[in-house]
C-alpha cells in the first residue's frame, strides 16, 4: 500500500526560529511530490512542487527537498512568523495514478 | 484571476435530503477533482474527471455522483447525506491527466447535515 505519513502531527516554535516539516513515503516510483498549506477551515494552498527529477524547490523562505531513494522529502521554513501558523499537508503523485495521496498533515503553530 | 471557484462556502442540509455542490474554474484545465477532508484528517478523493472521462474511486459510497456539463463547471450531488457525509469538500483542477503541474485547490464547501 501507498502511504504518505508526516512527522510531527504538531509542532509549536517561537517566533524566528527556523523549522523542518518532515515527510515519508512508501513507494519511491512517485511522479511528484506537492506542500500545501491549509488555514482552518479553508482550502488548500500549493506551495511548492517537485518534480520527481528534481532534488529540491525554492520560494522565498520556503525551501522543499526530495530524496527518492530514501523515501523523503522535507519543508524547510526560515525566520517563521506568527502568519505561518497553519496546517502543511505533503501529496505524493505516485506513478502508477492519477491520484494524490496525502500525508496527515502538521499542524504549525508560532508563537509571537 | 484565474482560479477554481466553490459554491456554496457553507452548506446545510438535512439527513436524507439531496445537496449539490458546485465547483468553477477559469483555468481552463482539463482535469477536475472532488475530495472529502473530515475534521483533523487528509483529504481523500472522491472521482475526478479527465475531460468528459469519469473515474470514480473504488471506495467512494454510490451516495456520491458527480457532473461535469463542460470544461468550467463540475458537481457534486449527494443523494442522500447521512450524518457522517458532514465535511469540508474541496475541488480541484489540474491541466493534464498526470498532473505535470500543481493542482489548483477552491476554498472548499463546509457541508453541515442536521
Known amino acids: 500500500k501507498q502511504e504518505v505519513t508526516q512527522i510531527p502531527a504538531a509542532l509549536s516554535v517561537p517566533e524566528g526560529e527556523n523549522l523542518v516539516l518532515n515527510c515519508s513515503f512508501t513507494?519511491?516510483?512517485?511522479?511528484?511530490l506537492q506542500w500545501f498549506r491549509q488555514d482552518p477551515g479553508k482550502g488548500l494552498t500549493s506551495l511548492l512542487l517537485?518534480?520527481?527529477?528534481?532534488r529540491e524547490q525554492t520560494s522565498g523562505r520556503l525551501n522543499a527537498s526530495l530524496d527518492k531513494s530514501s523515501g523523503r522529502s522535507t519543508l524547510y521554513i526560515a525566520a517563521s512568523q506568527p502568519g505561518d501558523s497553519a496546517t502543511y499537508l505533503c501529496?505524493?503523485?505516485?506513478?502508477?495514478?492519477?491520484?494524490?495521496?496525502f500525508g496527515g498533515g502538521t499542524r504549525l503553530m508560532v508563537k509571537p | 484571476d484565474a482560479m477554481v471557484i466553490q459554491n456554496p462556502r457553507y452548506q446545510v442540509t438535512q439527513f436524507g435530503k439531496p445537496v449539490t455542490l458546485s465547483c468553477s474554474q477559469t483555468?481552463?484545465?482539463?482535469?477536475m477533482y472532488w475530495y472529502q477532508q473530515k475534521s483533523s484528517q487528509a483529504p481523500k478523493l472522491l472521482f475526478h474527471?479527465?475531460?468528459?472521462?469519469?473515474?470514480n474511486e473504488a471506495d467512494t459510497p454510490d451516495n456520491f455522483q458527480s457532473r461535469r456539463p463542460n470544461t468550467s463547471f463540475c458537481f457534486l450531488d449527494i443523494r442522500s447525506p447521512g450524518l457522517g457525509d458532514a465535511a469540508m469538500y474541496l475541488c480541484?483542477?489540474?491541466?493534464?491527466?498526470?498532473?505535470?503541474?500543481?493542482?489548483?485547490f477552491g476554498p472548499g464547501t463546509r457541508l453541515l447535515v442536521l
Open positions: 474527471y479527465y475531460d468528459k472521462d469519469f473515474n
Open positions: 501529496a505524493v503523485l505516485y506513478n502508477a495514478g492519477n491520484m494524490l495521496t
Open positions: 513507494d519511491s516510483a512517485i511522479y511528484n
Open positions: 483555468l481552463n484545465h482539463n482535469v
Open positions: 480541484a483542477t489540474s491541466r493534464v491527466g498526470r498532473a505535470l503541474g500543481t493542482q489548483y
Open positions: 517537485i518534480q520527481s527529477s528534481q
